[in-house]
């Protein structure tokens, strides 16, 4: 008997549940991110952004449901890989003047991680006709791309700091 020929419905579907772990796995980070943070604006930020992307989590939700699937997460190779990263980084530097630098570029790894997922997503909802999810996936896109622009203004500043011991 032949396999069951895969679909860009199967794999919306499969993309979509990999993104729901990843999510999940950002609200983690960022709480952890935020404790790590020296700098206020960057504490700040990470603090923000993990108030959304828990909103984000609940968008997700939504979406799995306008496609009629149950919302599963799947273990999603690259979070793990990004977040596991992030540890390495903040024992190597979690004391050193860098510290904010590394913990700033870590996160904007998931940010962009995130963005092209969101992109995929929102591109192949409106393919299949899914339109509510994807004003939903465009609008956890527009959140990403705001938190990436942020992160890249505070490292400019971080950065400098970091760089002199300052």
Request: charged fraction near 30%.
């Amino acid at each position: 008997m032949a396999a069951k020929q895969k679909t860009l419905s199967d794999a919306f579907y499969e993309t979509l549940k990999d993104v729901y772990w990843a999510e999940k796995q950002s609200v983690k980070a960022l709480k952890k991110s935020a404790k790590a943070a020296e700098h206020e604006e960057l504490r700040q930020a990470f603090v923000t952004h993990g108030e959304e992307s828990a909103v984000q989590v609940e968008r997700l939700q939504q979406v799995f449901e306008l496609i009629g699937k149950s919302a599963r997460a799947k273990t999603c190779e690259a979070m793990q890989g990004i977040t596991s990263e992030m540890e390495e980084d903040l024992e190597d530097f979690g004391e050193t003047p860098a510290a904010d630098a590394v913990l700033a570029a870590c996160a904007q790894a998931v940010e962009h991680y995130e963005i092209s997922r969101y992109g995929t997503l929102k591109t192949w909802a409106t393919q299949l006709g899914y339109t509510d999810a994807a004003k939903l996936l465009d609008q956890t896109l527009q959140e990403e791309k705001k938190a990436d622009a942020l992160l890249s203004k505070i490292a400019e500043k971080i950065n400098v700091e970091g760089a002199t011991g300052a």
